[in-house]
């Protein structure tokens, strides 16, 4: 037994340990963001032992899905697949939250003709031309965002996260590299800021006081001109203003700007490519700095991330840093024990994932995901 196993108290959510499974998106949806048999498997293996499963990207737009096949909640019959979910995870013990995303420009391509939806142009796929975002475009998305919040918390979801981090759509409005917007949505960290604002504060109004809100966001983006961490704590500060309950840190750990064919191959054009995930000489808990710099200044409570398993990186980091909680991303697709395992101190015990990034290639192919070890996904 490790102080993993200890309780923790945010709000209504009585969390039974401090393991978080973090959104990863499956593909395993279906091709109109329902909930599939895949689905349910995956989730009810990875809620046995974690506090808290957050529910992969789950878009709040038919044409802001990361995946051909991600979840979605833009409409109300998504809802009564989205109950099974969360009764399938909460059975298991665990809290149910779901993670609500655009992908903005990094959405594959559709013949939807907003498809693209982009602050200022930057583009993120060679077959997918950016739409400069209109104001009416964007009150349009905040009302999306806040009808997908009721929808979810109809089906019985525990709290809501928005997905403002990994430089999808909400991401790109708070990153310099991306804004550069001269209205209200735009400028210094505040400026750009100010839809992540709108849509925390519009969801809060619809759900009330009560209803656990959570807000992805990157600490650093590691690309020249990226947001600093400073901005990230300016942003995190204004979310906590607002009315976010928990913040969960993540960041873009590396990423560059790329020169592809555009779809005919007759111009090049320059893209953005940037990853959440560790660079393989990275050791576990490496971000565990950053989380604990929004705790100390902002005082929410945190989730940390970034290749927790093996060793005692999780315990550490709750232990002398006070993370609040720790989630388990890729060890959970590749052994979806591993939670059991930290949570006994067997950490020794756990399959580790060997950082292949097959599960990433897998689902950007828009092939449900892959893992070269765990050959039983979905389970
Ligand atoms: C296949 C895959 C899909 C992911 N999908 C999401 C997602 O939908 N939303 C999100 O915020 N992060 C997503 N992530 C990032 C993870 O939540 C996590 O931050 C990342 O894997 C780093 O944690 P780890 O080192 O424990 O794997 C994904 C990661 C992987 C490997």
Redesign the pocket.
């Known amino acids: 037994m490790t102080i993993l196993n200890t309780k923790l108290t945010i709000k209504q959510l009585s969390i039974r340990n401090r393991l978080v499974l ?4 499956t593909n395993y949806g279906s091709s109109e963001g329902l909930v599939t048999q895949d689905i349910l498997h995956f989730y009810e293996t990875r809620s046995k032992d974690v506090g808290i499963t957050i529910v ?2 789950t878009s709040v737009q038919e044409s802001g899905r ?1 995946v051909p096949c991600s979840l979605g909640l833009w409409n109300d019959s998504q809802i009564p697949g989205m109950t099974k979910l969360v009764e399938t995870i909460q059975q298991q013990g665990a809290l149910a939250v779901i ?1 609500l995303n655009h992908a903005g420009p990094r959405c594959p391509p559709s013949k939807d003709k907003k498809q693209g939806f982009s602050p200022s142009g930057v583009a993120f796929r060679p077959d997918v031309s950016p739409v400069i975002m209109t104001t009416k475009d964007i009150e349009q998305l905040i009302n999306d965002f806040s009808k997908a919040a009721i929808r979810a918390s109809k089906a019985g979801f525990d709290g809501v996260e928005i ?1 403002g ?2 430089l999808y759509l909400l991401s790109q409005f708070l990153s310099p590299l991306t804004n550069k917007r001269e209205d209200r949505y735009g400028g210094d960290a505040e400026g750009r800021a100010t839809l992540a604002l709108e849509i925390v504060k519009s969801v809060r109004k619809n759900l009330g006081p009560a209803y656990p809100i959570f807000f ?1 966001i990157n600490a650093e983006e590691r690309i020249k001109g990226g947001q600093t961490l400073e901005d990230a704590l300016i942003i995190g500060r204004l979310l906590a203003d607002e009315g976010v309950d928990v913040l969960d840190i ?1 960041l873009i750990a590396h990423g560059s700007w790329k020169e592809v064919d555009n779809n005919l191959k007759v111009t090049r054009k320059k893209i953005l490519m940037g990853s ?3 660079p393989k000489d990275h050791p576990s808990g490496s971000n565990v700095a950053l989380t604990a710099a929004f705790k100390e200044k902002i005082g929410l409570p945190v989730i940390a ?4 398993g093996i060793g005692r990186a999780a315990v550490n980091a709750v232990e002398n840093e006070k993370i609040d909680l720790v ?5 959970m ?1 590749c052994d979806p024990l591993s939670a059991q395992k930290m949570l006994d101190g067997n950490d020794d015990d756990i399959i580790a994932c060997d950082e292949c990034l097959k ?2 290639a897998s ?1 950007g192919k828009g092939a449900p ?1 892959a893992c070269k070890i765990n050959k039983d996904l979905p389970f």
């Open positions: 973090p959104p990863i998106t992969e990207a990361i993670q997905h981090a990994h992805r993540t959440s995930a560790l991330v970034g290749k927790f989630a388990v991303g890729r060890q697709i599960c990433f689902i995901m």
